[in-house]
């Protein structure tokens, strides 16, 4: 937790107006036991969530976003990996990741709101968790509700690749960015915990898919115009969102 907060205060003294963190930053990811998870968590009222604001409040205008995950202890009694959106004035969203990966299937439940899209001064930011960004559905419709900046909260672990290839889970996010003409930004674990490797795939992405900037000492930073993601028009007679064909895809919900 300590190190979340230095972080916040680093990336604002550099000058950033949003910070992103990984996933379940403050508790790790590799549990041995629904016991040990349930130590860790923490509820959206947790005085940390106030060191983010007080750190956010000193970006330039003081009106930054904090958007880093954390082990919920829900008021139901259920764990929840989720993600806090925190502004000066403390958490203003909390969104709940619904597409679990492996195993945390054995110590969190899914949330079942679909991903915020939060207002901002820069522009409109929609949150996701990792596993969530593969599902192209989750994307599309934050695109569709506006979202200009995805940021997305991971710990992706490290898989075989070939020689020179990008991480798999980075090409899903240029995709993403480039067929929803948005900006993407990934904020992924590094190290080793408990034996398990991290693909340390930090990535900012641009809204034509090209990465912008990738993580350098554990962090990555890129200045962004997010009303370029705006502007959905690929060719004077091409458009990435009025050349859908809404009516075709009712199989991809339905089955």
């Not at 599309?140 to 979202?147: D, N, S």
Request: charged fraction near 20%; hydrophobic fraction near 45%; glycine fraction near 8%.
């Amino acid at each position: 937790m300590a190190r979340s907060v230095s972080a916040i205060r680093d990336a604002v003294a550099r000058g950033a107006d949003l910070v992103v963190l990984p996933e379940l930053v403050t508790a790790g990811y590799v549990f041995a036991s629904v016991e040990e998870a349930r130590s860790t968590a923490i509820s959206a009222a947790d005085p940390l969530f106030n060191r983010w604001a007080a750190e956010i409040a000193q970006s330039p205008g003081g009106d930054g976003l904090v958007v880093g995950g954390f082990c919920e202890l829900g008021e139901d009694g259920h764990l929840y990996n989720s993600a806090a959106v925190v502004n000066r004035d403390g958490v203003l969203s909390v969104y709940r990741k619904t597409h679990l990966w492996d195993r945390e299937k054995l110590f969190f439940k899914p949330g079942s709101e679909s991903p915020p899209v939060i207002t901002t001064d820069a522009g409109r930011i929609g949150v996701v968790i990792c596993y969530d960004l593969e599902f192209p559905e989750i994307t599309r419709g934050l695109a569709l509700r506006g979202a200009e900046l995805v940021v997305c909260c991971t710990n992706w672990p490290l898989v075989p690749r070939p020689e020179g290839e990008h991480p798999p889970e980075v090409i899903i996010a240029m995709a993403a960015a480039r067929t929803n003409r948005m900006f993407i930004a990934c904020c992924d674990r590094s190290g080793l915990e408990r034996g398990q490797a991290w693909t340390e795939g930090t990535t900012i992405i641009d809204a034509s898919g090209w990465i912008l900037a990738t993580a350098e000492h554990a962090s990555a930073s890129a200045e962004v115009d997010l009303a370029q993601a705006r502007v959905k028009t690929l060719t004077p007679l091409a458009d990435a969102i009025t050349d859908r064909r809404p009516e075709l895809y009712g199989d991809v919900v339905s089955c």
